[in-house]
């Protein structure tokens, strides 16, 4: 099965994906995660203003099967947060890259962007 | 451990199912999304490989005894092609398994057939023919597990579609009633039963014919994952989970399956629960429904609005149907009434919850 990997934006691998714009960073999970949970009915986020310090757990998703913890891609400080999420969690499986963000992020002077993995790094670890 | 693999495992894997271990087997877990399958049976049918559930023959002019003395509801009950939901407990009256014991037509070679759980088959076969040498009963017993595929189509269109597939009448059987009737050719055990709260039937397959007969249901294949949602929706306990003989030793009266004990009957465990059921039980097996967001998830604490421990949730998820957070678990009879209030642990957090009726799905 081949799993949907956009160039446009980096990876982690705990299977999160970073898409950057002016230092700001927009979070979800990929489309292998989304799979491999299978559907996803609950998910719970940080508030605005929280700090997201790279690799520790930051929220939860939570599928019919299976619990899973999410962990910062970067570091920063939350910015906004996907509320259509709370009612529509099904979005993280439909639109993984698109309406099933979950977070965004402005980015610290120490972003850590640099130990994210390019879309053909996370290509071959999910392969 | 070489996990034991149905006989289609490797035509699911090429359907594009995914796997997981259960009872020592390698068994489907989901084949399309466990929501989509739960709602196809729900709403108009699916079917389900259970060939990890085991198949004991047991025959000969004592079977009757035999499985009277090790099961805990009434076989002679049971007329020929009947079948029951029936404990098997030990001296102390401690679960060890649940089935479904089937009386068999008197031209088959075994006289009741009976049906433990995942990776309990030989255990149970051990322990029934270590009891009929004690007792000195004139049985055969039998575990044909490897022999036989066993599937469940489910849902309400479970009797059109499985009579459209049947060389014979199938909609004459009455719920718990069984025959043999051939599908593709080959005469297979099919009865009128199920865990998932809906019409439909088993099916117990000889291997050889094992993909003819699954391949001549047009319906939702279904994994594990749906059946657990499926059951869990009708408060049905799932061994291993909402039982253990070893890690939270239950009797029936505590399940809440207190109907299948017989105690005009003699089996193992009978005095022991005659007294259970005299004094009744500290603890009950309840429903859980969460009212704040998340899920519970077995092995989460219940506690009371004081936040102290009381009980602890043994299975739980988000129901697909109600689209609610349903759980079931064991608390200290006081709570047990529907609509207390209690609290859950999820992930250290503690979520408001009430006690609700099982099963969560009404008619």
């Known amino acids: 099965m081949s799993f949907e990997v956009p160039e446009d934006r980096k990876y982690s691998s705990e299977h999160e994906w970073v898409e950057t714009t002016d230092g700001t960073a927009r979070v979800g999970i990929s489309d292998f995660a989304q799979d491999e949970l299978g559907d996803v009915v609950f998910v719970e986020l940080p508030s605005e203003g929280d700090e997201l310090t790279q690799d520790e757990e930051f929220g939860v998703v939570e599928s019919i099967k299976a619990v899973s913890d999410l962990y910062a891609p970067v570091n920063g400080t939350v910015t906004a947060v996907n509320d259509a999420l709370e009612d529509q969690p099904e979005l993280v499986n439909d639109d993984p890259f698109g309406e099933g963000w979950m977070l965004e992020v402005e980015l610290a002077d120490d972003s850590g962007l640099d130990e994210l993995l390019t879309a053909d790094e996370y290509r071959e670890q999910i392969e | ?363």
Request: aromatic share 8%; charged share 30%; glycine share 10%.
């Open chain 2, 1 to 363: 451990m070489t996990l034991r693999k149905p006989p289609l495992r490797d035509v699911h894997a090429g359907e594009g199912a995914t796997f997981t271990e259960f009872g020592g087997w390698d068994m489907p877990v989901e084949f399309d999304s466990i929501k989509a399958e739960h709602a196809a049976v729900r709403e108009e049918a699916g079917i389900f490989d259970v060939s990890h559930m085991g198949q004991i023959q047991v025959g000969g002019p004592d079977a009757r005894e035999l499985m009277q003395k090790l099961t805990s509801n009434d076989v002679t009950e049971l007329g020929r092609g009947d079948s029951h939901y029936s404990m098997i407990t030990d001296e102390e009256g401690t679960i060890l398994d649940d089935t479904v014991v089937y009386r068999l037509p008197d031209d088959e070679d075994a006289e009741y057939l009976f049906v433990p759980n995942a990776g309990h088959d030989e255990q149970m076969h051990r322990r029934w023919t270590d009891h009929r040498d004690e007792w000195d009963l004139d049985a055969t017993v039998e575990n044909v597990t490897d022999e036989y595929a066993m599937y469940a189509v489910q849902g309400p269109d479970a009797p059109d579609l499985v009579a459209d597939v049947a060389d014979g009448s199938v909609t004459d059987l009455s719920k718990f009633d069984g025959k043999y009737v051939e599908f593709d050719g080959v005469s297979c055990w099919t009865a009128r039963t199920g865990y998932t709260g809906e019409d439909g039937f088993e099916i117990i397959v000889p291997v050889e014919a094992a993909q003819a007969v699954w391949e001549s249901f047009d319906c939702q294949p279904c994994g594990l994952g749906a059946r657990d949602t499926l059951r869990m929706e009708m408060g049905f306990l799932l061994s291993g989970q909402d039982f253990d003989a070893d890690e939270d030793p239950r009797n029936p009266y505590e399940a809440g399956v207190g109907w299948t004990v017989k105690l005009d009957t003699e089996f193992v465990g009978r005095d022991a629960l005659e007294g259970v059921d005299a004094e009744g039980t500290d603890e009950e097996f309840v429903g859980i429904k969460l009212v704040d967001r998340g899920v519970a998830r077995h092995g989460y604490d219940v506690t009371d609005t004081d936040d102290h421990v009381i009980g602890e949730v043994t299975s739980g998820t988000m129901s697909p149907t109600l689209n609610e957070p349903i759980a079931l678990g064991y608390v200290p009879s006081e709570y047990a009434d529907a609509g207390t209030v209690v609290r859950v642990m999820v992930r250290g957090q503690s979520k408001k919850a009430k006690i609700a009726n099982t099963p969560f799905l009404s008619d």
